[in-house]
C-alpha cells in the first residue's frame, strides 16, 4: 500500500498538490501506518494519487467547497448543506439499465469492490462562473462501464439523482422536472478525465456534494455531473435532461466549457474562485483540452459551448 507508481509523464506530486492538501496526506498516511499497526484496513487511504491532470490552481479551502453548493433537490439558494444531511446514504443502490447485457441493481459496496479507487485533484467549473479546485476520491466512469457492459448499440450514458420527496423539499417545486437527469455520449464516458466521485479532501462525499456517488466531468459547466446519482442507463438516442427541458437555450447537451461563448444572459470570460473570490480567465475545456478536444473533431455543427 502507499507505493505511487510515477510513470514519466507524471508530476511530482508536491508540484501538483498544494501544501495544505500535503499535510493533509502526511497526516493521512501516519493514519495508515497506525491501521497497519492495529491490522486494519484502511481501503480510503489505499487510494493512490492520480497526478496526470495537474490542476494548476490551488486547492479551494474544504470549508468554501462544502458550505457553498448547488443541489436544487435541497432548495434553489447556495446554503443547502445543512437541509442535505437529511438525505440516507448507506446502503446505496445503483440500478443499471437500458441497453446492457444485464440490468441489475448493484450495492455501492459491490461495485466499490470492482474498480480501482484513485484520488485526483480537478477543477469544477459552474456555469454560474464561480469554480473551485478540489482534491476527490473515485474511480474513473471507464471502470464503471467494464463492470456495466453496455451492448454496442449504446450511443448515451444517462445518470439519474435520488429524488426522495420526504427529504428534498426542493422537488415541491414544480418548476423542474425531477428526477435530476444529466447524460453524455459513451465516448465522453469512455475518456480517461470522466470520474466518479466518493470522497473529496480525502474523507468521504459530503452530502451536500453529492455523497455517496457523482459524477465529474471537469472540462464541462458543473452541471453536466449529477449528484447522488441511484441510476445510470445505456441508450441509442440522446436523452432529455433536466436543466435543458427547461431553458434549452441556455443549457445545451454538450455544455463544454469555453470562455468565448457566453451564456445568454452573462459572460464567460472569467470566472471566480470560491475562497478568495479572486477573478481569473476562463480557459477553453476548462484547461483539459489536451485530453478532451480531439473527441469533438467530428462535431463542429453541433452547439459544443451552451
Ligand atoms: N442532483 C443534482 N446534481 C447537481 C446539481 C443539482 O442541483 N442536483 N447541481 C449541479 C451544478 S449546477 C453544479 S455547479 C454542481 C455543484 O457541485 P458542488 O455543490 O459539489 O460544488 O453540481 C451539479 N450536480
Ligand atoms: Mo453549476
Known amino acids: 500500500m502507499f507505493i505511487h507508481r510515477r510513470r514519466g509523464w507524471e508530476l511530482p506530486e508536491s508540484l501538483a498538490t498544494p501544501e495544505p492538501i500535503m499535510l493533509g496526506r502526511r497526516a493521512l498516511m501516519g493514519g495508515v501506518a497506525a491501521g497497519l499497526a492495529a491490522g486494519a484496513t484502511a481501503s480510503k487511504a489505499e487510494a493512490e494519487t492520480n497526478s ?41 443502490q445503483i440500478e443499471l439499465a437500458g441497453m446492457i447485457d444485464k440490468p441489475r441493481k448493484m450495492d455501492l459496496a459491490d461495485l466499490l469492490k470492482q474498480v480501482q479507487v484513485e484520488d485526483r485533484v480537478y477543477r469544477h467549473r459552474c456555469v454560474e462562473a464561480w469554480a473551485m479546485t478540489v482534491p476527490w476520491t473515485g474511480f474513473s466512469l471507464a471502470s464503471l462501464l467494464k463492470v456495466a457492459q453496455p451492448t454496442a448499440s449504446a450511443k448515451y450514458v444517462v445518470f439519474e439523482s435520488a429524488a426522495l420527496p420526504k427529504v428534498m423539499p426542493g422537488l415541491r417545486s414544480s418548476l423542474y422536472p425531477w428526477p435530476y437527469v444529466e447524460a453524455c455520449t459513451m465516448q465522453e464516458a469512455g475518456n480517461d478525465l470522466a470520474f466518479m466521485v466518493t470522497g473529496m479532501y480525502g474523507k468521504d462525499l459530503p452530502k451536500q456534494n453529492g455523497a455517496p456517488l457523482r459524477l465529474h466531468l471537469p472540462w464541462k459547466y458543473g452541471f453536466k455531473s449529477g449528484k447522488s446519482i441511484v441510476k445510470i442507463s445505456f441508450t441509442d438516442t440522446q436523452p432529455e435532461t433536466m436543466w435543458h427541458a427547461i431553458q434549452p437555450e441556455e443549457y445545451g447537451f454538450w455544455a463544454n466549457v469555453n470562455p468565448d461563448v ?45
Open 262 to 306: 457566453p451564456h445568454p444572459r452573462w459572460s464567460q470570460a472569467s470566472e471566480r474562485l470560491l475562497g478568495t473570490g479572486e477573478r481569473v480567465p476562463t480557459v477553453i475545456w476548462n484547461g483539459y483540452g489536451e485530453w478532451v478536444a480531439g473527441m469533438y473533431a467530428d462535431k463542429k455543427n453541433e452547439k459544443l459551448f451552451t
Open 52 to 92: 496526470r491532470y495537474p490542476a494548476g490552481r490551488p486547492v479551494t479551502p474544504e470549508q468554501d467547497a462544502t458550505t457553498y453548493n448547488n443541489f436544487y433537490e435541497f432548495g434553489e439558494d447556495k446554503s443547502i448543506w445543512r437541509a442535505a444531511q437529511r438525505l440516507p446514504v448507506a446502503p446505496w
